[in-house]
């Protein structure tokens, strides 16, 4: 049975950091390309950031690009999203995606339940 589940969300104030976890099973996590996700109050999916099966190769949305992070620890089939100057409109559900190949691409095949952020005064 394949499962993901994420982590570490909370509340925390504008410029402050958090560090997201996704722990998986029931796969062969080492093989496959991962993602984030995530969903603000009363709006649609926005895509985050992705990494490879090996954890060379990453991507980022340009809303994020230089205050997140994406990694992986293969050994531990956890994926990670450290996130720094956290903004107002970061907040939202962060959920972890599984992608159905090593490289990046295609439709994500499962997803968790998702953790909360909220970022406010």
């Known amino acids: 049975e394949v499962q993901l589940v994420e982590s570490g969300g909370g509340l925390v104030q504008p410029g402050g950091s958090l560090r997201l976890s996704c722990a998986a099973s029931?796969?062969?996590?080492?093989?496959?390309?991962m993602s984030w996700v995530r969903q603000a109050p009363g709006k649609g999916l926005e895509w985050v950031s992705a990494i490879n099966s090996g954890g060379g190769t990453t991507y980022y949305a340009d809303s994020v690009k230089g205050r997140f992070t994406i990694s992986r620890d293969n050994a531990k089939n956890t994926l990670y999203l450290q996130m720094n100057s956290l903004k107002p409109e970061d907040t939202a559900v962060y959920y972890c995606?599984?992608?159905?190949?090593?490289?990046?691409?295609?439709?994500?095949?499962?997803w968790g339940q998702g953790t909360q952020i909220t970022v406010s005064s």
């Open positions: 029931g796969f062969t996590f080492s093989s496959y390309a």
């Open positions: 995606y599984k992608y159905p190949g090593a490289v990046v691409g295609g439709k994500c095949d499962y």
